[in-house]
């Protein structure tokens, strides 16, 4: 089976860390890395209003610039990918969220890995603005590695749930990969209410005992309201390695 996955990059530090990261976690795997930068040049609001990039030449000068950069990346990754591992450098004249939202139907994407450094003088604040676009327009799933995260072993993996999603619909070629690795236990949560009892909810639950068929997993309910404090408590009792969330 074949993935198909998009990194986005800047080339900080940050980036080619959740770059790595993707490669360590599917060792083995034969996959279609797509290494993306999306750029708009300073001279965009001047030249590229009065005249179209082809006519002046600025866009294919730029974009040979990065496409440089990219590709000395890929050369840097490639010491540590996989022989199954296929690294394509891919830069674009449009915003990150836009042409990832674009990449996701024509190339197919299985999932995107980014990573974050959270919003620029604001430590509490979990993702940056880059990743809040990305999470809220793409049409894949998404994987955001945090600026301490390390490269291990997954054990743990916590999925909060309120049994409201269609499962069904949901994209989980990523996720069964990640079940079917061994020792992984997916922890799912949920915050029980009087609405549980709804059709709907009922339907919820037992589409995803359903899907979770054949993997280990277990349940655990709590009746605290909060979900990031019942997902804190979670974490304190037993060590998560990935948050899964539905959007």
């Given at each position: 089976m074949e993935y198909r996955i998009a990194i986005p990059t800047d080339f900080s530090k940050n980036a080619d860390k959740a770059a790595r990261f993707a490669?360590?976690?599917?060792?083995?795997?034969?996959?279609?890395?797509?290494?993306?930068?999306?750029?708009?040049?300073?001279?965009?609001?001047?030249?590229?209003?009065?005249?179209?990039?082809?006519?002046?030449?600025?866009?294919?000068?730029?974009?040979?610039?990065?496409?440089?950069?990219?590709?000395?990346?890929?050369?840097?990754?490639?010491?540590?990918?996989?022989?199954?591992?296929?690294i394509i450098p891919h830069a674009a004249f449009n915003s990150l969220a836009e042409e990832l939202e674009e990449m996701g139907t024509k190339e197919t994407l299985d999932l995107i890995v980014m990573g974050t450094q959270g919003a620029t003088g604001a430590r509490e604040v979990l993702f940056g603005t880059h990743a809040v676009q990305v999470l809220h327009k793409a049409s894949c799933p998404v994987l955001v590695v945090p600026e301490g995260a390390e490269v291990g072993a997954l054990k743990n993996l916590l999925f909060p749930t309120d049994f409201k999603p269609d499962y069904e619909k949901l994209s989980l070629?990523?996720?069964?990969?990640?079940?079917?690795?061994?020792?992984?236990?997916?922890?799912?949560?949920?915050?029980?209410?009087?609405?549980?009892?709804?059709?709907?909810?009922?339907?919820?639950?037992?589409?995803?005992?359903?899907?979770?068929?054949?993997?280990?997993?277990?349940?655990?309910?709590?009746?605290?309201?909060?979900?990031?404090?019942?997902?804190?408590?979670?974490?304190?009792?037993?060590?998560?390695?990935?948050?899964?969330?539905?959007?």
């Open positions: 490669l360590d976690l599917f060792s083995g795997q034969t996959c279609r890395f797509y290494l993306t930068h999306t750029y708009t040049p300073a001279f965009y609001r001047a030249e590229y209003l009065l005249h179209s990039p082809g006519q002046i030449g600025l866009g294919d000068f730029h974009q040979e610039q990065v496409m440089k950069k990219l590709k000395k990346h890929k050369k840097a990754l490639l010491e540590q990918a996989d022989p199954a591992h296929e070629k990523v996720l069964k990969y990640l079940l079917g690795k061994p020792d992984v236990m997916l922890h799912v949560l949920h915050a029980y209410t009087e609405a549980d009892g709804e059709p709907e909810r009922q339907k919820g639950r037992a589409q995803l005992q359903e899907l979770l068929g054949g993997y280990t997993w277990e349940m655990t309910e709590t009746a605290e309201g909060d979900i990031v404090r019942a997902i804190n408590s979670f974490a304190r009792d037993t060590p998560i390695q990935l948050l899964l969330l539905v959007r």
